[in-house]
């Protein structure tokens, strides 16, 4: 039997993605899960899986060839199977890339020289005798009183304000006629700060930060947000963490405190599977697997993929695929699976390491909620009526109200709250 291989929808935001690369050449046996291609979507490039078992018949659209989720890649069938015509074949609204863009054209506009304006020739005048320099009589400057206090008043050395009254005696009109020169200029007078220049032009928007605007315009039109806040106490936590890390030391791995927020997480979701859904018209859609998804921050924009069945993951095991999937998403190692960026359930986000204390994080359609966490910071609390310092961490969950309501957001949260603060829970 003959299968089609279409383009598919790698997360909610794709409309069209680009066949990068073929991994399996025509003739090629293909098994159920085997890698077929690389696509590249708005974020990522993903690994393209096969869900056909057979014989990779014919490659319709060829590296680099963009196309619409939908359109025919490939046939997959047996070695006896009849392939369509293809005049009969689905129409592919394949979008080819020019082959040899247009040069752009420059346009270069010179500036015309300014003419040469004749130079102004120096005025005539006459030469102008300087004033006498004011006369000390036995030391002291000769000026009035009046003089001397308008000098004081306008911070003037007197000494430097020639004199024109008799024998060179300093009047009233000498002061309010002088000009200090810059090294006598009054105190506290400065040269104005140089201006400051802003740039102002428009920022083109890049295909990764185009997608996650119409992601998050579809989350928050769609789902009805609400969110719910608490302090964590991370003491305990913090103290498990640094313990463990020194007997995995050989090992190579390292706990986080992302790592164990997960894992918290998820043993919440088995706790109140209701978060493990998705919303539909007339149910909640349920999932047999917790896929918890990570905000990873790229360079070009942000990336949530998602860890695989973290339910039957240690915490040990959640920090070494946290480590892959981080690698993996920023190009180092491999690629993301369609699975990564398609079947997370519920999310986490993690600003902690900019030192940001609290924010409400927005949902990953079409799941259920998010939880956001902040820095860790040692904080002054009451403890038996005395303040103590404790390290603290507030977490927010940003609930679908569609799938549950305040009081069901905070028993989840409070459930997390419990399993970071009882640390030895997150290894049993």
Known sequence: MIHEVTMPAMGADMTEGTVVKWLKSEGDEVARGDKLAEIETDKTVVEMEAYNAGILRRIVLGDGTKAPVGS??????????????????????????????????????????????PAPEPAASAPVAAPPAPTVDGGRIKASPLARRLAREHGYDLGAIPGTGPGGRITRDDVLGFTPAPAFAPSGVTEAPPAVTVDGS?????????AIARVTVRSKTEAPHYYVTSGVDMTEAMSFRAQLNAELVESGVRVSVNDMIIKALAMAIVEYPKWNTTFHEDRLEGHD???????IALEAGLIVPALIGVQNMSLVDVANASKDLGARARGEGGSLTQEE????????????????????????????GILAVGAVKPTPVVMDDEIVVRQMM???????????DGAEAATLLNEVKDNLERPLRLIL
């Open 394 to 404: 507030n977490a927010t969950i940003s609930a679908d109200h569609r799938v549950g």
């Open 341 to 368: 960026l398609t079947a997370g359930t519920f999310s986490t986000s993690n600003l902690g390491m900019f030192g940001t204390d609290t924010f409400a994080a927005i949902i990953v359609p079409p799941q259920a």
């Open 202 to 210: 428009d920022i083109e928007l890049t295909t990764m930060r185009q």
């Open 289 to 295: 697997s917790i896929n918890i998804g990570v905000a």
């Open 72 to 117: 025919l890649l490939a046939y997959i069938g047996g070695a006896d199977d009849v392939l369509p015509e293809m005049d009969d074949a689905p129409a592919s609204a394949a979008v080819e890339e020019p082959s040899e863009p247009e040069p752009a054209v420059e346009l270069q506009v010179e500036a015309a020289a300014p003419e040469p304006q």
